[in-house]
């Protein structure tokens, strides 16, 4: 039996709490059943963090010594999969798109830090990355590619131009400005709020007109103020009264901030309407001859829209508004999720403003710039600010710096501070800003004041661990809390590791520099010029990798080969290790080998044989050092044998010979060959995640660039500082206002986030997403589910005869709007089938059976035959006046189990509580049964089962008549039929008799013969459905085998490869036998002599 008690705020932190303690369990079962999508989505973090954070964590419980690493891969990849999953209804869904993508900053930060390559490649995310990376011109270049490439083009003259194109388009932009206030013009406000943050937009709404009024002011300029009043559009500011507010706009304003006390919120849209009040009040400008530029801005928060003759009352005017009076319509739209379709139809540029009412300068500006048209200064600065371009021009700056460090490289070193060391300075100097600029932006991280010391706590991988989960002890991990640091966060950019060493020598080779400079008179014998040379040398080398490497690695085409290359190399530093071990021991036997004949003979006996070629009479250590390098050059293809003929041959130097041979053996063919294998399987692992990969350090550029700072290196040592003095003057109100946009863009993501979990849980039910590996077992639970709805036919067409049914059934028996009933059967038909959603059409709709629950008829019984897409049925108990466009548990005293999420909701006098259950899928039987035998102090209990199995029980408030329940089946879309019946009383819900062969009373007399034989066709339909799964599942199995078959080809093809470099080898083995033979026959020749 499930029962939950009501989810609050301290039950979601004790929930998140409990679930880290389980996290940092030694137990992988422990952690297996803590982790579900159900606990995930019900902590106090947001959904999206959590799963990544835990997801992160067991990534790194999997790099411990632990015996359970591969279920702990397979469960992070399920966590990560989890949220890739959450997001997919948001492929076919424009607006939610558009508004999960003004939260989306939110949880890159979270998906970059804790390594979430697969969410990010994910294409909605992956395309709303691309709308910020390429700003305004994210489609310009799929559809005028010229457009596109002329603007390129421009990027690579505007590091040197852009210092004065700015000033022309400013100096421009400010003469345009000043004649614009001289400009006749004529704005039109509709506001229109409603909801239950109406009143609170509503005044939003009016400081963004106060804004504007203050930047345009009212020389020139009629105001006219649309909104609800008295149930109906309202001019609360008209043209005519301007006259009187032309000697200044405190009139105005006063007027503004009396409707900002007293807030006007619509009950309805009402749009057409708002438009007809701003028609006639331009008609009654235009009858006394005013001639203006004439603009509509339209304020709205409505979710709904108009429907029907509304909406093209609506159209109409609008295109009234547009041709004939000549007046240009702005819409601005608030909220999570506005109406966007109906918005852009409105719309004279079939484009809306998206922007949080909390940051008016920004949304002002976006309004002036449609008042007035937008002109080449404004352009420009959205180029300018552009993240993609901002990557251009700091690209283009590393190219210059290159310039200058290959031009040092070529000359000659000097003693004195040369020119371009300077200009290198410089660049040096602006990198150092920038970078710090960088660094400061990481250490920022985007979370509102409030939540700073909760979200510090689940910043790094610090759980309670301890066998004992009631007695947990604090582990401190150094290493998690250096990975989600400031530093940590800054070095996730792997390029800014390149930039940080590249600071740090410059800053060795200034030092070096200064020392010279002040100190040495001459660059002959100067040891400490040398050093700097050589430092200049490698940040030549590290810049052109940084360059180069960055540039590849932003192209999609080059981007996926890049990183592949970059796998590879870390593989390669393993074998090249092997090669060191290798030289390390041939080396130090050959050299003991030469020693140890050195000392057997004196020194007139080694001037006589000429012995010395090694050189190892002068010291052990150098003569290993030169066997060591002959060695090395060895493993580059230099095989000779002269170092080892020391003049007179002996015993140590055939050993030696013989050892240099086995060297060459071990190196060349074991360890070459090792390593060509090693890496074609690295190629083929790297290739296969390539585009993971790719997207992830794609979503790290594009986090980077969108706070950097957009003038390149060195001019940006004039402008940080600048901006920096700026910031600091109206610090307070600025970080004031960002936390009000975050806490906005908080409640956005939160509202999505619910309503997706909602879609998951109705399609996954309370599991994770089926990977390959598992969809086999999933056929198999999909048979037995089938088996689970024949055994329910079953019951219906082998009835108890004894039984006697009295209840009504068909049309006649129901109160229904928008569903079909035959019979037994509900079948969704939606808004076609209902009278009142001709007016204003809904999605959901139910069914109130006309008999109420009582003694002899306390059951209700609804098997699922067919649940649609998402499964949104809702099965409960309601009363007698309950309106069926509302679900059961949404209405005081009433209580609804919903199958798509296995909550049963009750909505009592104090509010909603919510119980948890299982989720119900195809083939399932809801059993709602009312105890009349129980009923404790005016409240009744409501028992729900589920296929025979009680889960939940509800005690509802009776009120004066107890006969006022009643059966209610409620659904919200296409595709879902169900059975439904009254089912006769038993002496006791807890007490009630088994039948002998297990089976539920219920559906057993319900049905006529005629009705029997339908039941028996779709008996045989179920079981077609179950040979399609299994054909299914054969398909399968065919598929892996072929899939199987695929990779042995490719195994193939890598092993022809690999024999085709061992054919090579083998000639080089030729090369190394004649080698062999011709020691071989010097060894007889000196034993013959």
């Known amino acids: 039996m499930f029962l939950l008690l009501v989810v609050t705020l301290m039950d979601k932190r004790k929930l998140e709490e409990n679930l880290n303690e389980k996290l940092a ?40 010594d632990r015996p359970d690493v591969e279920e702990l891969k397979k469960l992070a990849n399920s966590v990560e999969e989890f949220t890739t999953c959450l997001i997919d209804p948001l492929k076919t869904d424009t607006r939610d798109r558009e508004a999960f993508g003004d939260s989306l900053d939110l949880i890159i930060d979270k998906a970059i830090e804790y390594n979430q390559g697969k969410f990010l490649s994910h294409p909605v995310v992956y395309n709303l990355l691309e709308k910020v990376w390429r700003g305004r011109f994210a489609g310009l270049r799929s559809r005028y590619i010229w457009k596109w490439r002329l603007l390129k083009l421009y990027s690579l003259l505007d590091i040197i131009l852009f210092p004065f194109v700015f000033a022309i388009l400013f100096f421009t932009h400010s003469i345009n400005t000043w004649r614009r206030k001289s400009k006749a013009i004529e704005l039109c406000f509709i506001l229109n709020a ?65 409707l900002a006390r007293n807030p006007s919120v619509n009950c309805s849209p009402a749009l057409h309407d708002d438009f007809d009040q701003a028609s006639e009040a331009f008609e009654n400008q235009a009858a006394l001859g005013i001639k203006s530029e004439k603009v509509i801005i339209l304020f709205t928060n409505d979710r709904t829209g108009s429907f029907g003759p509304q909406k093209g009352r609506l159209l109409l005017k609008t295109k009234y508004l547009t041709e004939t009076i000549g007046a240009r319509i702005v819409t601005v739209a608030v909220g999570e999720r506005p109406l966007v379709e109906e918005l852009e139809l409105i719309s004279s540029d079939k484009q809306i403003i998206r922007c949080p009412l909390e940051d008016l300068a920004k949304l002002g500006k976006m309004l002036l710039r449609e008042v007035y048209e937008e002109d080449l200064y404004d352009r420009y600065l959205d180029y300018f600010t552009t993240p993609y371009f901002i990557f251009f021009r700091d690209n283009l700056s590393y190219l210059c710096l290159l310039g200058l460090h290959v031009a040092i490289c070529l000359s000659p070193s000097v003693v004195s501070f040369s020119g371009l060391e300077w200009v290198i300075s410089i660049f040096f100097a602006g990198r150092f800003l920038s970078e710090f600029k960088e660094y400061e932006n990481r250490k920022t991280t985007k979370k509102l004041k409030k939540d700073t010391r909760h979200s510090e706590k689940h910043r790094r991988y610090v759980y309670q661990q301890s066998l004992d989960l009631d007695s947990p002890i604090e582990v401190d991990d150094f290493l998690s809390q250096m990975s989600f640091s400031t530093l940590g966060k800054y070095f996730i950019d792997r390029w800014n590791v390149l930039d940080f060493i590249m600071l740090v020598i410059f800053v060795v080779t200034f030092l070096l520099r200064m020392i010279t400079w002040g100190v040495s008179a001459s660059a002959t014998g100067n040891r400490a010029l040398v050093i700097a040379g050589y430092c200049y040398g490698l940040n030549t080398m590290i810049l052109t990798l940084r360059v180069f490497g960055h540039l590849m690695e932003a192209s999609k085409v080059t981007g996926t080969t890049h990183i592949a290359l970059m796998s590879i190399i870390e593989d390669v530093a393993t074998i090249f290790f092997q090669f060191l071990v290798g030289i390390l021991a041939f080396s130090l036997a050959i050299s003991k080998i030469y020693l140890a004949e050195d000392s057997f003979f004196s020194s007139e006996d080694k001037l006589e044989a000429k012995r010395g070629n090694m050189q190892c009479g002068s010291s052990g250590l150098y003569c290993w050092w030169v066997i060591i390098k002959h060695l090395c050059w060895t493993l580059l293809g230099v095989t000779e044998l002269e170092q080892f003929n020391a003049g007179m041959e002996t015993a140590s130097d055939y050993l030696a010979q013989i050892l240099y041979a086995v060297f060459i053996i071990f190196a060349l063919i074991l360890l070459v060959n090792m390593m060509i294998a090693v ?32 003038i390149p290196v060195p001019l940006n ?59 086999v077992n999933t056929m198999l639970s999909e048979t037995d589910r089938n088996r689970e709805m024949c055994n329910q036919i079953v019951r219906q067409v082998f009835p108890d005869p004894n039984q006697a049914d009295h209840c009504p059934v068909g049309r006649s028996a129901w109160k229904s709007q928008g569903i079909h009933i035959e019979d037994y059967m509900l079948t969704y038909v939606g808004p076609e089938l209902c009278s009142s959603c001709k007016i204003s059409p809904k999605e959901f709709h139910g069914a109130r059976y006309k008999q109420p629950f009582s003694v002899d008829f306390p059951k209700f019984e609804v098997v699922v035959q067919e649940g649609g897409t998402e499964r949104d049925v809702v099965v409960g108990v309601v009363r007698g006046k309950h309106d069926v466009h509302r679900a059961a548990g949404d209405v005081r005293h009433t209580v609804g189990y919903h199958a798509c999420n296995g909550l049963i909701v009750y909505c009592s006098a ?180």
């Open 25 to 64: 369990s030694d137990h992988f079962d422990v952690i297996a059943e803590a982790i579900t999508p159900k606990t995930l989505g019900a902590c106090i973090t947001n959904t999206f963090s959590k799963a990544f954070e835990v997801s992160g964590y067991l990534r790194y419980q999997a790099l411990q």
């Open 194 to 258: 409603i909801g239950k943050r109406g009143k609170d937009d509503f005044r939003k709404m009016i400081d963004c007109i106060r804004y504007m009024v203050r930047k345009i002011g009212v020389r020139s300029a009629n105001y006219c103020l649309i909104t609800f009043k008295k149930g109906k559009a309202f001019q609360h500011i008209r043209f005519d009264e301007n006259e009187l507010l032309k000697n200044g706009d405190e009139l105005l304003l006063k007027k503004l901030d009396i």
């Open 679 to 710: 890496l074609s399987n690295t190629y083929e692992r790297v290739q296969k995640n390539s585009l993971k990969e790719w997207s992830f350090k794609r979503a790290v550029t594009i986090r980077t660039y969108r706070d950097y700072h957009p």
């Open 717 to 775: 040592l004039v402008s940080q500082p600048v901006l920096a003095l700026r910031k600091g003057s109206n610090y307070e109100l600025r970080d004031k206002l960002d936390n009000e946009i975050l806490q906005k863009k908080e409640e956005a993501l939160d509202s999505m986030t619910e309503k997706l979990k909602m879609i998951y849980f109705a399609k996954h039910g309370s599991t994770f997403p089926l990977s390959d590996e598992s969809k």
């Open 910 to 1089: 104090s509010g909603k509580q919510t119980f948890e259950g299982p989720v119900v899928y195809r083939g399932d039987l809801i059993g709602c049964t009312v105890g009349f035998d129980e009923i404790q102090d005016e409240n009744i209990p409501i028992f729900f089962s589920l296929n025979g199995q009680i889960v939940a029980r509800i005690l509802v408030e009776l009120g004066s008549d107890k006969l006022d329940l009643y059966p209610f089946v409620g659904m919200k879309h296409g595709g879902i039929r169900v059975l439904a019946k009254m089912c006769p009383g038993e002496v006791k819900y807890s007490e009630r008799p088994q039948s002998s062969n297990g089976s539920d009373d219920g559906f057993g007399t319900m049905f006529s013969e005629t009705e029997r034989r339908m039941i028996l066709y779709q008996t045989f339909d179920s079981v077609e459905e179950i040979k399609e799964t299994n054909d299914a599942l054969v398909q399968y199995v065919h598929d892996k085998i072929s899939e199987t078959a695929d990779n042995v080809k490719k195994h193939r093809e890598s092993i022809k490869s690999i024999e085709s470099t061992i054919e090579i080898q083998n000639k080089k083995i030729e090369h190394i036998e004649s080698t062999l033979s011709e020691i071989l026959n010097i060894v007889k020749v000196k034993q013959q002599n």
